[in-house]
Protein backbone atom coordinates (compact mmCIF):
# COMPACT_ATOMS: atom_id res chain seq x y z
CA UNK A 1 0.00 0.00 0.00
CA UNK A 2 1.20 3.41 -1.28
CA UNK A 3 -0.73 5.30 0.54
CA UNK A 4 1.48 5.80 3.93
CA UNK A 5 4.86 6.97 2.34
CA UNK A 6 3.82 9.99 0.89
CA UNK A 7 5.03 13.57 1.19
CA UNK A 8 8.55 13.14 2.22
CA UNK A 9 8.91 16.85 3.22
CA UNK A 10 6.77 16.01 6.24
CA UNK A 11 9.86 13.81 7.08
CA UNK A 12 12.34 16.68 6.78
CA UNK A 13 10.83 19.48 8.12
CA UNK A 14 8.22 17.95 10.88
CA UNK A 15 5.49 19.35 8.28
CA UNK A 16 2.24 18.23 6.53
CA UNK A 17 2.16 21.27 3.38
CA UNK A 18 -0.78 23.05 3.11
CA UNK A 19 0.50 26.08 0.93
CA UNK A 20 -0.14 24.99 -2.07
CA UNK A 21 -3.89 26.23 -1.51
CA UNK A 22 -2.40 29.38 -0.62
CA UNK A 23 -2.29 31.07 -4.40
CA UNK A 24 -6.10 29.59 -5.25
CA UNK A 25 -7.25 31.07 -2.21
CA UNK A 26 -6.30 35.00 -2.98
CA UNK A 27 -9.16 34.85 -5.63
CA UNK A 28 -12.13 36.57 -5.19
CA UNK A 29 -14.90 34.25 -4.53
CA UNK A 30 -17.26 35.77 -6.75
CA UNK A 31 -15.41 34.44 -9.61
CA UNK A 32 -15.75 31.14 -8.27
CA UNK A 33 -18.81 30.19 -10.56
CA UNK A 34 -17.40 31.57 -13.44
CA UNK A 35 -14.39 30.09 -13.66
CA UNK A 36 -16.07 26.58 -12.69
CA UNK A 37 -16.71 25.90 -15.91
CA UNK A 38 -13.07 27.51 -17.49
CA UNK A 39 -11.80 25.04 -19.65
CA UNK A 40 -8.53 26.32 -19.35
CA UNK A 41 -8.21 25.88 -15.58
CA UNK A 42 -11.59 24.59 -14.48
CA UNK A 43 -12.32 25.58 -10.16
CA UNK A 44 -12.70 21.34 -9.24
CA UNK A 45 -13.41 22.34 -5.81
CA UNK A 46 -14.57 25.35 -3.21
CA UNK A 47 -13.93 24.51 0.83
CA UNK A 48 -15.65 28.19 2.18
CA UNK A 49 -15.88 29.60 -1.05
CA UNK A 50 -12.39 29.60 -1.65
CA UNK A 51 -11.38 27.67 -4.74
CA UNK A 52 -9.27 24.81 -5.90
CA UNK A 53 -8.36 24.40 -9.21
CA UNK A 54 -7.07 21.85 -11.66
CA UNK A 55 -3.93 24.10 -11.84
CA UNK A 56 -3.62 23.38 -8.41
CA UNK A 57 -4.11 19.73 -8.11
CA UNK A 58 -1.39 19.34 -11.41
CA UNK A 59 0.91 21.57 -8.47
CA UNK A 60 0.64 19.14 -5.93
CA UNK A 61 1.06 16.22 -8.22
CA UNK A 62 3.91 18.07 -9.29
CA UNK A 63 5.23 18.42 -5.78
CA UNK A 64 4.80 14.85 -4.60
CA UNK A 65 6.58 13.86 -7.99
CA UNK A 66 9.45 15.91 -7.31
CA UNK A 67 9.89 14.69 -3.81
CA UNK A 68 9.89 11.27 -4.85
CA UNK A 69 7.16 10.63 -2.27
CA UNK A 70 4.76 8.65 -4.62
CA UNK A 71 7.35 6.10 -4.90
CA UNK A 72 5.57 5.21 -8.59
CA UNK A 73 1.98 5.63 -6.95
CA UNK A 74 -0.35 7.64 -9.92
CA UNK A 75 -3.28 9.10 -7.91
CA UNK A 76 -6.21 9.96 -9.45
CA UNK A 77 -7.04 14.19 -9.93
CA UNK A 78 -9.83 12.70 -7.30
CA UNK A 79 -7.65 12.03 -4.76
CA UNK A 80 -5.72 15.01 -5.11
CA UNK A 81 -8.51 16.88 -5.11
CA UNK A 82 -10.08 15.60 -1.83
CA UNK A 83 -6.30 15.87 -0.34
CA UNK A 84 -6.25 19.97 -1.33
CA UNK A 85 -10.11 20.10 0.28
CA UNK A 86 -8.89 18.50 3.62
CA UNK A 87 -6.04 20.62 3.99
CA UNK A 88 -7.76 24.11 2.83
CA UNK A 89 -10.79 22.97 5.36
CA UNK A 90 -8.19 22.88 8.20
CA UNK A 91 -5.89 26.12 6.85
CA UNK A 92 -9.21 28.01 5.94
CA UNK A 93 -10.63 27.28 9.50
CA UNK A 94 -7.58 28.64 11.28
CA UNK A 95 -6.87 31.88 9.44
CA UNK A 96 -10.59 32.36 9.55
CA UNK A 97 -10.86 32.27 13.25
CA UNK A 98 -7.55 34.33 13.92
CA UNK A 99 -6.02 31.78 15.99
CA UNK A 100 -3.23 33.66 17.65
CA UNK A 101 0.32 32.10 17.59
CA UNK A 102 3.03 34.61 19.18
CA UNK A 103 5.63 35.51 16.37
CA UNK A 104 8.01 33.80 19.09
CA UNK A 105 6.95 30.44 18.70
CA UNK A 106 7.03 30.80 14.72
CA UNK A 107 10.41 31.89 14.96
CA UNK A 108 11.43 29.34 17.05
CA UNK A 109 9.34 26.22 15.16
CA UNK A 110 11.13 27.86 11.76
CA UNK A 111 14.87 27.85 14.02
CA UNK A 112 13.87 23.92 13.98
CA UNK A 113 12.92 23.38 11.02
CA UNK A 114 16.06 24.83 9.80
CA UNK A 115 18.59 22.53 11.73
CA UNK A 116 15.88 19.19 11.04
CA UNK A 117 16.89 20.27 7.32
CA UNK A 118 20.63 20.52 7.77
CA UNK A 119 20.34 17.83 9.41
CA UNK A 120 18.74 15.83 6.53
CA UNK A 121 21.73 17.38 4.57
CA UNK A 122 19.87 20.06 2.80
CA UNK A 123 18.83 23.73 2.94
CA UNK A 124 16.33 25.33 3.62
CA UNK A 125 16.57 26.69 -0.33
CA UNK A 126 17.16 23.07 -1.07
CA UNK A 127 13.22 22.33 0.17
CA UNK A 128 11.47 25.19 -0.74
CA UNK A 129 12.61 24.33 -4.56
CA UNK A 130 11.64 20.85 -4.42
CA UNK A 131 8.58 21.50 -2.87
CA UNK A 132 7.62 24.71 -4.90
CA UNK A 133 6.94 27.28 -2.01
CA UNK A 134 7.99 30.30 -0.48
CA UNK A 135 9.70 30.94 2.73
CA UNK A 136 6.09 33.28 3.24
CA UNK A 137 3.88 30.26 2.38
CA UNK A 138 6.05 27.60 4.72
CA UNK A 139 5.80 30.54 7.60
CA UNK A 140 2.18 30.45 7.28
CA UNK A 141 2.28 26.79 7.05
CA UNK A 142 4.40 26.66 10.53
CA UNK A 143 1.80 29.34 11.54
CA UNK A 144 -1.24 27.21 11.15
CA UNK A 145 0.58 24.09 12.41
CA UNK A 146 1.13 25.78 15.73
CA UNK A 147 -2.56 27.41 16.07
CA UNK A 148 -3.46 23.57 15.78
CA UNK A 149 -1.72 22.56 17.83
CA UNK A 150 -3.04 25.91 20.34
CA UNK A 151 -6.33 24.40 19.88
CA UNK A 152 -5.43 20.84 20.70
CA UNK A 153 -3.71 22.19 23.88
CA UNK A 154 -6.93 23.83 25.06
CA UNK A 155 -8.56 20.72 25.07
CA UNK A 156 -6.62 18.82 27.79
CA UNK A 157 -7.78 18.31 30.85
CA UNK A 158 -6.65 17.91 34.07
CA UNK A 159 -7.03 13.84 33.77
CA UNK A 160 -5.23 13.84 30.81
CA UNK A 161 -2.56 16.49 32.03
CA UNK A 162 -2.08 13.68 35.39
CA UNK A 163 -1.44 10.59 32.66
CA UNK A 164 1.80 12.13 31.45
CA UNK A 165 4.59 10.11 32.47
CA UNK A 166 8.55 11.57 32.26
CA UNK A 167 10.73 10.24 29.04
CA UNK A 168 14.32 10.38 28.44
CA UNK A 169 16.29 11.58 25.36
CA UNK A 170 19.32 9.24 25.45
CA UNK A 171 22.18 8.53 22.89
CA UNK A 172 23.98 5.32 23.18
CA UNK A 173 26.42 2.74 22.00
CA UNK A 174 27.00 -0.62 21.71
CA UNK A 175 29.25 -3.42 21.22
CA UNK A 176 27.69 -6.16 20.13
CA UNK A 177 27.82 -9.95 20.51
CA UNK A 178 26.55 -12.64 18.16
CA UNK A 179 22.82 -12.57 17.81
CA UNK A 180 22.65 -16.53 17.29
CA UNK A 181 23.76 -18.28 20.56
CA UNK A 182 26.24 -15.87 22.11
CA UNK A 183 29.11 -17.19 24.56
CA UNK A 184 30.03 -16.14 27.74
CA UNK A 185 32.95 -15.84 26.16
CA UNK A 186 31.25 -13.23 23.29
CA UNK A 187 30.51 -11.12 26.02
CA UNK A 188 33.29 -10.92 28.04
CA UNK A 189 35.30 -8.97 24.51
CA UNK A 190 32.25 -7.26 24.39
CA UNK A 191 32.61 -5.81 27.92
CA UNK A 192 36.39 -5.05 27.67
CA UNK A 193 35.87 -3.07 24.23
CA UNK A 194 32.76 -1.28 25.69
CA UNK A 195 35.38 -0.09 28.49
CA UNK A 196 38.08 0.78 26.56
CA UNK A 197 35.66 3.36 24.42
CA UNK A 198 34.32 4.51 28.21
CA UNK A 199 37.60 5.15 28.92
CA UNK A 200 38.40 6.96 26.09
CA UNK A 201 35.57 9.10 25.93
CA UNK A 202 36.44 9.81 29.95
CA UNK A 203 39.80 11.08 29.10
CA UNK A 204 37.90 13.83 26.93
CA UNK A 205 40.05 11.93 23.83
CA UNK A 206 36.28 11.23 21.86
CA UNK A 207 32.79 13.33 22.51
CA UNK A 208 30.37 10.36 23.25
CA UNK A 209 28.83 11.36 19.74
CA UNK A 210 31.74 10.76 17.98
CA UNK A 211 32.94 7.51 19.61
CA UNK A 212 28.99 6.16 18.54
CA UNK A 213 29.98 7.15 15.46
CA UNK A 214 33.18 5.22 15.44
CA UNK A 215 32.02 2.42 17.45
CA UNK A 216 29.05 1.38 17.39
CA UNK A 217 27.32 -1.16 16.58
CA UNK A 218 23.94 0.47 16.04
CA UNK A 219 22.72 2.39 12.79
CA UNK A 220 22.30 4.87 15.49
CA UNK A 221 25.73 5.73 15.47
CA UNK A 222 25.16 7.60 11.94
CA UNK A 223 23.14 10.14 14.45
CA UNK A 224 25.90 9.89 17.11
CA UNK A 225 23.90 7.22 19.08
CA UNK A 226 20.31 9.19 19.31
CA UNK A 227 17.83 7.44 20.06
CA UNK A 228 15.27 9.92 20.32
CA UNK A 229 13.22 10.26 23.58
CA UNK A 230 11.44 6.86 24.46
CA UNK A 231 9.24 5.78 27.98
CA UNK A 232 9.93 3.96 30.74
CA UNK A 233 7.79 0.81 29.30
CA UNK A 234 7.17 -1.03 26.26
CA UNK A 235 10.00 1.35 24.38
CA UNK A 236 13.35 -0.76 25.30
CA UNK A 237 14.17 -4.12 26.99
CA UNK A 238 14.32 -3.80 30.66
CA UNK A 239 17.90 -3.82 31.22
CA UNK A 240 18.39 -0.89 29.13
CA UNK A 241 15.36 1.22 30.39
CA UNK A 242 16.24 0.43 33.96
CA UNK A 243 20.04 1.72 33.12
CA UNK A 244 18.68 4.92 31.25
CA UNK A 245 15.94 6.09 33.51
CA UNK A 246 18.50 5.91 36.69
CA UNK A 247 20.82 8.88 34.84
CA UNK A 248 21.14 12.05 35.30
CA UNK A 249 20.98 14.64 32.45
CA UNK A 250 24.39 14.78 30.72
CA UNK A 251 25.59 11.36 32.65
CA UNK A 252 27.24 8.35 30.81
CA UNK A 253 26.59 4.48 32.71
CA UNK A 254 28.69 2.19 33.49
CA UNK A 255 28.30 -0.85 30.91
CA UNK A 256 24.79 -2.16 30.53
CA UNK A 257 24.81 -5.93 29.67
CA UNK A 258 21.35 -6.91 27.06
CA UNK A 259 21.07 -9.93 25.24
CA UNK A 260 22.33 -7.96 21.96
CA UNK A 261 26.00 -7.26 23.55
CA UNK A 262 27.16 -4.24 26.31
CA UNK A 263 25.97 -0.77 26.11
CA UNK A 264 26.97 2.63 27.25
CA UNK A 265 24.37 5.31 27.50
CA UNK A 266 24.21 9.16 27.87
CA UNK A 267 21.04 10.74 28.51
CA UNK A 268 20.49 14.18 27.02
CA UNK A 269 17.41 15.70 28.52
CA UNK A 270 14.48 14.05 30.45
CA UNK A 271 10.97 15.88 29.42
CA UNK A 272 7.16 14.75 30.26
CA UNK A 273 6.96 17.32 26.64
CA UNK A 274 6.66 13.77 24.44
CA UNK A 275 4.04 12.56 26.37
CA UNK A 276 1.99 16.08 26.35
CA UNK A 277 2.42 16.03 22.91
CA UNK A 278 1.23 12.51 21.86
CA UNK A 279 -2.09 13.46 23.75
CA UNK A 280 -2.24 16.62 22.03
CA UNK A 281 -2.10 14.35 18.92
CA UNK A 282 -5.19 12.39 19.75
CA UNK A 283 -6.92 15.79 20.15
CA UNK A 284 -6.14 16.83 16.89
CA UNK A 285 -7.63 13.89 15.21
CA UNK A 286 -11.35 14.78 16.55
CA UNK A 287 -10.53 18.96 16.03
CA UNK A 288 -9.73 17.84 12.38
CA UNK A 289 -12.75 15.44 11.97
CA UNK A 290 -14.94 18.77 13.32
CA UNK A 291 -13.29 21.14 10.94
CA UNK A 292 -13.92 18.92 7.82
CA UNK A 293 -17.74 18.80 9.37
CA UNK A 294 -18.20 22.44 9.47
CA UNK A 295 -16.40 23.58 6.61
CA UNK A 296 -18.82 24.35 3.36
CA UNK A 297 -17.61 22.23 0.39
CA UNK A 298 -19.05 22.20 -2.83
CA UNK A 299 -16.89 19.68 -5.80
CA UNK A 300 -17.56 20.39 -9.38
CA UNK A 301 -16.77 16.92 -10.17
CA UNK A 302 -17.81 13.19 -10.05
CA UNK A 303 -16.77 11.70 -6.53
CA UNK A 304 -16.18 7.92 -6.40
CA UNK A 305 -15.32 8.01 -2.37
CA UNK A 306 -17.49 9.53 0.19
CA UNK A 307 -16.69 12.85 1.40
CA UNK A 308 -14.96 11.66 4.71
CA UNK A 309 -12.33 9.79 2.24
CA UNK A 310 -10.83 6.98 4.10
CA UNK A 311 -7.24 6.48 4.60
CA UNK A 312 -7.09 3.94 1.80
CA UNK A 313 -7.79 6.71 -0.94
CA UNK A 314 -5.81 9.62 0.69
CA UNK A 315 -2.72 10.53 -1.22
CA UNK A 316 -1.49 11.75 2.34
CA UNK A 317 -0.62 9.91 5.86
CA UNK A 318 -3.92 11.13 8.18
CA UNK A 319 -1.44 13.83 10.06
CA UNK A 320 -2.25 16.93 8.74
CA UNK A 321 -1.59 18.95 11.92
CA UNK A 322 2.04 16.75 12.26
CA UNK A 323 4.01 19.75 13.84
CA UNK A 324 7.87 20.84 13.35
CA UNK A 325 8.72 19.48 16.57
CA UNK A 326 7.52 15.91 16.28
CA UNK A 327 9.67 12.66 15.36
CA UNK A 328 10.11 11.72 11.86
CA UNK A 329 9.28 8.07 13.17
CA UNK A 330 6.63 6.53 15.57
CA UNK A 331 7.46 5.10 18.75
CA UNK A 332 6.92 1.89 17.65
CA UNK A 333 9.61 2.79 14.31
CA UNK A 334 11.93 4.32 16.50
CA UNK A 335 15.42 2.77 15.74
CA UNK A 336 16.18 0.85 18.98
CA UNK A 337 19.72 -0.19 20.88
CA UNK A 338 20.93 -3.21 19.73
CA UNK A 339 19.27 -2.31 16.10
CA UNK A 340 22.65 -3.71 13.90
CA UNK A 341 20.62 -3.60 11.09
CA UNK A 342 21.46 -7.24 10.63
CA UNK A 343 19.22 -9.93 8.04
CA UNK A 344 19.68 -12.11 10.74
CA UNK A 345 16.46 -12.34 12.31
CA UNK A 346 17.10 -15.46 14.70
CA UNK A 347 17.63 -13.50 17.47
CA UNK A 348 15.90 -12.89 20.43
CA UNK A 349 11.93 -12.15 19.88
CA UNK A 350 10.73 -10.41 23.42
CA UNK A 351 9.63 -6.92 23.11
CA UNK A 352 9.88 -7.20 19.43
CA UNK A 353 7.80 -4.20 18.71
CA UNK A 354 10.36 -1.60 19.65
CA UNK A 355 13.62 -3.96 21.45
CA UNK A 356 16.69 -4.00 20.73
CA UNK A 357 16.06 -7.05 18.93
CA UNK A 358 14.39 -5.28 16.02
CA UNK A 359 16.29 -5.44 13.09
CA UNK A 360 14.13 -2.96 11.25
CA UNK A 361 12.98 -5.27 8.25
Given at each position: ???????????????ALFGLVLRASAQDAAEVVKDASNNDDPVLATVNEHPIKRSDVEHLRQQLTDSGALNGFEPTEEQLAEELIRRESIQRYVLDNKVEVAPEAVDKRWKEMEERIT??????DDVLKEEHLTKDELREIVYVQLALNKLAEAKL???????????????????????????????????????????????GKKTF???AAEYSDCPSKAQGGDLGFFPRKDAMVEPFAEAAFALKVGEVSEPVRTQFGYHLIKVIDRSKEPSKQQLVDAKLAGIIQDIREQAKIERFYKTTTDETTTPDNRIAPDDAATTPNDETTAPDEKTAPGDTGS????????TEHNSPSNTGE
Open positions: MHTTRFLAIALVCGLAAGKTLTEDDLATLEEQVHARHILVAVPRTNPTEEDFAKAKEKILAIKAEIDAEEANDTSGPTD
